[in-house]
């Protein structure tokens, strides 16, 4: 099951470790949407992106990179989207890569005991359908014993 709250997913509820999620593009972008909030709060996640892309290692759809930004806290970039503007075969979210991030974090947070906190991941400037994306968090996480919680801003 999905907790759905009103407020900022950059101040997630709860004990214990936790790990905030979300989609990146696989041009190197960073600059707009929810990425904004995670900059102003932390620099490391927007640094190790960038260092990530230029690193040319592994940074590709699917792939995800945690960014330790407190003692229990930790920030999940998530390669979801290709490029940034919709084409002709469709939005930039990319539901199979995001399935693979989300796999691949559902390990993460197992290891770490943590929960995963996240807005509505892949489905603002990604252009993706939460119709579409909730399906995927459940198996990948929720299903797993994970918890997870889904914020939107009030």
Not at 21 to 26: K, L, S, T, W
Not at 92 to 108: N, W
Not at 122 to 128: E, K, M, R, T, V
Request: some cysteine.
């Amino acid at each position: 099951m999905i907790s759905y709250v009103t407020g900022d997913a950059t101040h997630p509820h709860g004990q214990g470790p936790k790990v905030i999620c979300h989609v990146c593009n696989d041009i190197g972008g960073w600059g707009r949407g929810f990425v904004l909030a995670l900059s102003r709060r932390w620099p490391q996640p927007e640094a190790d992106y960038r260092a990530w892309r230029r690193s040319g290692n592994d940074f590709q759809l699917g792939a995800i990179r945690l960014v330790q930004v407190e003692p229990e806290l930790w920030v999940a970039n998530m390669i979801g989207q290709h490029g940034i503007r919709p084409t002709k075969d469709g939005p930039p979210i990319r539901y199979d890569a995001l399935a693979r991030c989300l796999s691949t974090l559902g390990d993460e947070a197992l290891s770490l005991h943590a929960s995963v906190h996240m807005p509505r991941i892949g489905a603002g400037l990604a252009g993706g359908s939460w119709d579409q994306i909730e399906p995927i968090i459940l198996k990948q996480l929720t299903e797993r014993g994970i918890a997870v919680t889904v914020y939107d801003l009030p």
